[in-house]
T-cell receptor
Framework: AQSVAQPEDQVNVAEGNPLTVKCTYS??????LFWYVQYPNRGLQFLLK????DNLVKGSYGFEAEFNKSQTSFHLKKPSALVSDSALYFC??????????????WGLGTSLAVNP | EAQVTQNPRYLITVTGKKLTVTCSQN?????MSWYRQDPGLGLRQIYY???????DKGDVPEGYKVSRKEKRNFPLILESPSPNQTSLYFC?????????FGPGTRLTVT
């Protein structure tokens, strides 16, 4: 079965420090990988994606993520956290063999708290 | 502004009273989808649509209906809502790889 795991329910980091939010996946075939962020009472906002090519992808708001095929991971990173980065982060995967359905398989989310 | 809109944002209703949650996108996307978000279960796909008049079931379609008569609109219909459909609902659209989400509709069925 295809799945996405976000092993940490919550991550706490001090403002200005680097942050990492972890994601591992299990799919058949090559994956398309995504990170989304959800602020309170808001919808999900797209941050970045890995489709093919360079394993390090850069996205919105200074975030980046590294695709590691051997470890089946796609960790989200940011060199210097801001208080405004505090939110709920979701990792998602879509398989290339999904046919017409662009369904995303979602992790359960990681709550990031950046402390001033 | 490119966006996906949903209405209503909040709805409290009673068991069995038919309701419709509207979804509209202004990006001319062919693909649209509905998800529900529940604690401990994450987001799960209810229905999706590849284009006008083309819809198909997702993972949790029971108790829901959809229609796609126009490209921009993809309403979610609950013919006879039940308490287990209390959830946060998101509509999404896509013209490529990433999906764009509406602000969500928080539905409570008593």
């Amino acid at each position: 079965a295809q799945s996405v795991a976000q092993p940490e329910d919550q991550v706490n980091v001090a403002e200005g420090n680097p942050l990492t939010v972890k994601c591992t996946y299990s799919v058949s075939g090559n994956p398309y990988l995504f990170w989304y962020v959800q602020y309170p009472n808001r919808g999900l906002q797209f941050l970045l994606k890995y489709i093919t090519g360079d394993n390090l992808v850069k996205g919105s708001y200074g975030f980046e993520a590294e695709f590691n095929k051997s470890q089946t991971s796609f960790h989200l990173k940011k060199p210097s956290a801001l208080v405004s980065d505090s939110a709920l982060y979701f990792c998602a995967v879509r398989t290339i063999n999904a046919g017409n359905n662009r369904k995303l398989i979602w992790g359960l989310g990681t709550s990031l708290a950046v402390n001033p | 502004e490119a966006q996906v809109t949903q209405n209503p944002r909040y709805l409290i209703t009673v068991t069995g009273k038919k309701l419709t949650v509207t979804c509209s996108q202004n990006m001319n996307h062919e693909y649209m989808s509905w998800y529900r978000q529940d604690p401990g279960l994450g987001l799960r796909q209810i229905y999706y649509s590849m284009n006008v008049e083309v819809t198909d079931k997702g993972d949790v379609p029971e108790g829901y209906k959809v229609s796609r008569k126009e490209k921009r609109n993809f309403p979610l219909i609950l013919e006879s809502p039940s308490p287990n459909q209390t959830s946060l609902y998101f509509c999404a659209s896509s013209g490529g790889y990433e999906q764009y989400f509406g602000p969500g509709t928080r539905l409570t069925v008593t």
